[in-house]
Nanobody, 132 residues
Framework: QVQLVESGGGLVQAGGSLRLSCAAT?????????????MAWFRQPPGKEREFVAA????????YYADSVKDRFAISRDNRKNTLYLQMDSLKPEDTAAYYC????????????????????WGQGTQVTVFT
């Protein structure tokens, strides 16, 4: 299991940018390597259900995006720093949401895992508000 803490949210004007970070630490005292985990970002707009944003394989070589953020957001990771990132550019008011990072054991498959039910561990969320 992994403990996740998001940061970097805030208030931004439409068209602007933000970069979210998610620090990952192992809950148990056993050996730990962040690359053992598939990581993802989800978001929950006000009054709506949580939705998939982006995911990245443990190696960092494969990424997956929701159509609504493709070409505007970029997910990345630094396994040496145990940190996941979400670079968000060209932000729109409809990107306003609480953003959560999530983790699941990496299985080495090409399955995209876009459902929140696929992930075991979650952060507490960070709020992003985009205004016009």
């Amino acid at each position: 299991q992994v403990q996740l803490v998001e940061s970097g949210g805030g208030l931004v004007q439409a068209g602007g940018s933000l970069r979210l970070s998610c620090a990952a630490t192992q809950r148990s005292p056993t050996a730990y390597y962040m690359g053992w985990f598939r990581m993802a970002w989800f978001r929950q707009p006000p009054g709506k259900e949580r939705e998939f944003v982006a995911a990245i394989a443990g190696s960092g070589h494969t990424t997956y995006y929701a159509d609504s953020v493709k070409d505007r957001f970029a997910i990345s990771r630094d396994n040496r720093k145990n940190t996941l990132y979400l670079q968000m550019d060209s932000l729109k008011p409809e990107d306003t949401a609480a953003y959560y990072c999530a983790a699941r054991p990496e299985d080495g498959t090409s399955v995209s895992y876009v459902s929140q039910r696929d992930y075991n561990d979650w952060g507490q969320g960070t709020q992003v508000t985009v205004f016009t």
